[in-house]
């Protein structure tokens, strides 16, 4: 499967390399924009490479910006597309909660219990302890721009926000 995506994303690149190469636009730098933007969504849906949502950012704003339309809606279209970026970083699965307990608080949970895992320097030696904790509450919201998860483990709750694909910690 991941060579059949390979292929598509070589074929789209292929493709817009020479739609691109082939016309003479106005400006230059505006088929640059618009060649980065295809070949970056191609890359984030056909290989799933979610850190191409940035390029795809930057070239939209710069395409906005670029335009001959009047400043106000210049300001509104670069709004919307921050807001559409914003929206796409946004978890949609518990999933990703989880994730963000595994990289922040060393937590790996499974249904009804986690395991807190820490590493101990003693002198040179290096172990590893875990501790078991029951989980008493697992919640996840998503919602329409931000997502927010929350964990009861036996005597410590564990709350985040996410804006934009970001979690920020809350108490």
Same mark, same amino acid.
């Given at each position: ?5 390979? =292929? =598509? &994303? ?24 618009? &060649?980065? =933007? ?9 290989? %799933?490479? %979610? ?11 710069? =395409? ?72 008493? %509450? ?7 721009? &931000? ?6 483990? %036996? ?17």
């Amino acid at each position: 499967m991941l060579l059949i995506k390979g =292929l =598509l &994303f070589c074929a789209v690149f292929i493709a817009a390399l020479f739609i691109f190469k082939g016309k003479q636009p106005v400006g230059q730098l505006q088929c640059y924009i618009a &060649f980065c =933007l295809i070949v970056s969504l191609a890359a984030i849906i056909l290989l %799933d490479m %979610d850190q191409a949502a940035w390029i795809v950012l930057v070239c939209a704003i710069a =395409l906005i910006l670029e335009g001959d339309t009047p400043t106000k809606k210049k300001a509104s279209y670069t709004a919307v597309a921050i807001l559409v970026f914003a929206m796409y970083g946004v978890p949609t699965s518990e999933q990703e909660f989880e994730a963000y307990l595994e990289k922040e608080h060393r937590l790996y949970c499974t249904g009804a219990e986690c395991v807190k895992v820490e590493k101990v320097r003693e002198g040179e030696k290096l172990r590893v302890e875990a501790e078991r904790k029951i989980v008493s %509450d697992f919640v996840f919201h998503s919602y329409f721009i &931000f997502a927010e998860g929350e964990v009861h483990l %036996d005597k410590q709750k564990i709350r985040a926000v996410n804006i934009a694909g970001f979690w920020i910690p809350s108490r």
